[in-house]
């Protein structure tokens, strides 16, 4: 069974090589992600150490940051965020303090977000704030699946940012069809390749089981493509702004919240 602790090593060693990567390359871009990428993984990992109560903080602190950058693309009020946030963070507890009560959560919180544009009598906007609302909570609320995968969970995160990583500059270079409209930049041999990468790190991880090869091989990919369908219809490029030279919280978990959904799915 895999642990936080048989992960540590392995999530440090890939820090250094890539810090060593960054440094050779020597573009201040890749210097400034990776250092993101020093803070919030020592950050999360820790919190994952924890257990499953560090694992509910982590998924509730990405659920309410998720919300306001989702609420930004699609327009949504203070309101509608506010409920929907209420209704993720809800969730995230049920999974923490009452397994059972989850899908019962899951329909208070979609009753919930549903009545905020109702209650406001929105005739012009109220379906597209409904629509927007139960699809941020369907898309947002499985982060509450880090709570029973716990290290799992970490193990699949490291395995789809490696896919996404490899699989932009294996594109780059490869070229060939583009993967979908929804992302023209995107090509099959750069997700194929992603995907091999992916495949390698769950190996190495010894969590290499036909569920999490297609969470990250399949859900990868269409995690972030449905992110992508979601800021061309903002006519966005990023989710957010506030992370160094990664944009917003979005536009780096769209890959692992699709590839948890598929891995719940299959389990």
Not at 40 to 53: C, D, E, M, S
Not at 115 to 120: D, I, K, R, S, T
Not at 160 to 173: C, H, L, P, W
Not at 215 to 239: N, T
Request: charged share 10%; aromatic share 6%.
């Amino acid at each position: 069974m895999i642990t936080v602790a048989s992960l540590a090593p392995y999530l440090g060693g890939a820090l250094v090589l890539g810090g060593i990567a960054v440094a050779a390359s020597r573009r201040r871009e890749l210097f400034i992600r990776w250092c993101a990428w020093a803070v919030a993984v020592p950050l999360v990992t820790g919190a994952f150490w924890l257990g499953r109560p560090g694992a509910a903080a982590i998924a509730i602190a990405a659920g309410v940051i998720g919300v306001m950058e989702y609420g930004g693309l699609m327009r949504l009020g203070r309101a509608d965020r506010a409920v929907l946030a209420t209704a993720v963070t809800g969730v995230v507890l049920a999974a923490l303090l009452a397994p059972g009560q989850v899908l019962r959560v899951i329909a208070t919180g979609a009753l919930a977000v549903a009545a905020v544009p109702l209650v406001a009598g929105d005739a012009d906007h109220g379906q597209r704030r409904l629509g927007a609302g139960l699809l941020g909570l369907a898309w947002l609320s499985v982060l509450a699946a880090l709570v029973p995968l716990g290290a799992t969970a970490l193990a699949l995160f490291v395995a789809v940012s490696t896919a996404d990583i490899v699989a932009y500059f294996a594109g780059r270079k490869l070229g060939g069809p583009r993967l979908s409209p929804l992302s023209p930049a995107k090509r099959w041999s750069g997700t194929l390749a992603g995907a091999a990468a992916g495949l390698g790190v769950l190996a190495v991880l010894s969590t290499l089981n036909w569920p999490m090869a297609v969470a990250v091989a399949v859900g990868g990919p269409a995690g972030d493509l449905l992110e992508s369908m979601i800021k061309r219809s903002a006519q966005a490029k990023d989710a957010g702004s506030w992370l160094p030279g990664s944009g917003g919280l979005l536009d780096r978990i769209d890959s692992l919240l699709l590839a948890l959904a598929v891995l719940l799915v299959l389990r």
